[in-house]
């Protein structure tokens, strides 16, 4: 099973998809600890976030032909970007189960203004994103993100993945 938690920076995306992955007992990717392995001197331009992207799908095809399901955490803000890892997995005869994470403006301030593990991103990263982010249009699941409603998050996760996979 291949999960992609996807959504602006700051909306929470990184607390639920490590949860999630935990409650499927599946591996975790996040694109900010791939970045962080890749690049010493990290520039966030459309080539290195290319190649964590590449990074990301290389590690997805490895866990699948391990048996092993997988949750990836990055803000997936294109199309093109989403679209070449459902590719990536047809060779694989799978789907990808979609989840977006979202979170009112105040939450999201008040969470880019802590230091957060392994992602560099303020809230000027997140207006960027935010003006260039292209919504998804084919099905998927929403989830709005507040400071108490992790358990609400996953219980809802945890239905759609099974109504979703069978």
Do not use: C
Not at 43 to 60: A, G, L
Not at 103 to 113: F, L, N, V
Not at 127 to 152: A, C, G, W
Request: proline fraction near 2%; aromatic fraction near 12%.
């Amino acid at each position: 099973m291949i999960i992609i938690v996807f959504g602006l920076p700051g909306s929470g995306k990184s607390y639920f998809a490590t949860k999630l992955a935990k409650k499927l007992q599946a591996r975790y990717i996040n694109s900010d600890v791939v970045r962080n392995k890749l690049f010493v001197v990290k520039e966030y331009s459309q080539e290195e976030k290319m190649k964590v992207y590449n990074e990301m799908i290389r590690k997805m095809k490895t866990a699948f032909q391990h048996k092993k399901s997988i949750v990836l955490d990055a803000t997936f803000y294109k199309k093109s970007i989403r679209n070449k890892f459902s590719k990536a997995v047809k060779e694989f005869g799978q789907s990808i189960i979609f989840i977006e994470v979202w979170a009112d403006q105040k939450i999201i301030i008040e969470r880019m203004s802590r230091k957060r593990p392994y992602s560099d991103a303020d809230y000027s990263v997140h207006l960027y994103i935010k003006e260039v982010f292209e919504p998804m249009k084919r099905e998927h699941l929403i989830l709005q993100s507040t400071q108490e409603n992790i358990d609400i998050m996953l219980d809802m996760a945890l239905k759609y993945i099974q109504k979703s996979h069978g």
